[in-house]
């Protein structure tokens, strides 16, 4: 009966560590060979659902996105833009760019289920379709600081892992391949 409490316990003192294990599938990742640059790529959260913030003064949409990577040291690096969305002659979507701030920098945790960004705010694991119907891992996040509009605060954004050529901490493929040879 003593041993039985005292596995209890400690699985108890340490579920937020598998939760914790829960969000490693979002930790920043490399994929390719630097002896063919054009194959690497960089893998981190960026918002596929950003955060609608209103009209601008010429009444185009805003949206507010964030591009993260986790670090298994607990650190982050992100990057944040407010975009004014347009229709463009071909009836997609144009983005101009009104804001951009990027070395966003602090460590991340997971507290009571959810991921949390000092300095920028937290978010839960959710599963999210995309335009195939493939349900994927996700973060639904929530700033909780201001970087520059602030009707950002508070509002959520779906942050799902997604491939980029900005690599670790912004630097480039051909940076980070040039690190990796020294």
């Not at 950003?50 to 507010?64: E, W, Y």
């Not at 964030?66 to 983005?95: H, I, N, R």
Request: charged share 15%; with cysteine.
């Amino acid at each position: 009966m003593i041993r039985f409490l005292l596995l209890t316990i400690l699985a108890l003192g340490f579920s937020s560590y598998s939760l914790a294990g829960d969000y490693d599938q979002f930790q920043f990742s490399v994929s390719g060979d630097c002896s063919d640059i054009h194959s690497v790529w960089f893998h981190y959260l960026y918002a596929w659902n950003p955060a609608i913030l209103g009209k601008d003064s010429q009444q185009r949409d805003v949206q507010a996105w964030l591009g993260v990577q986790l670090f298994q040291d607990g650190t982050y690096w992100a990057e944040y833009g407010e975009d004014a969305l347009t229709t463009g002659k071909s009836g997609l979507p144009e983005f101009h760019p009104l804001f951009r701030k990027s070395a966003l920098v602090g460590t991340w945790t997971v507290q009571a289920d959810k991921l949390v960004l000092s300095g920028l705010g937290d978010g839960s694991m959710v599963n999210y379709t995309n335009d195939n119907g493939d349900t994927v891992a996700a973060v639904q996040f929530v700033l909780t600081q201001k970087i520059h509009d602030s009707r950002a605060v508070n509002q959520a954004m779906t942050l799902v892992m997604s491939p980029t050529n900005l690599g670790p901490k912004g630097i480039s493929a051909e940076e980070y391949c040039a690190q990796k040879k020294h």
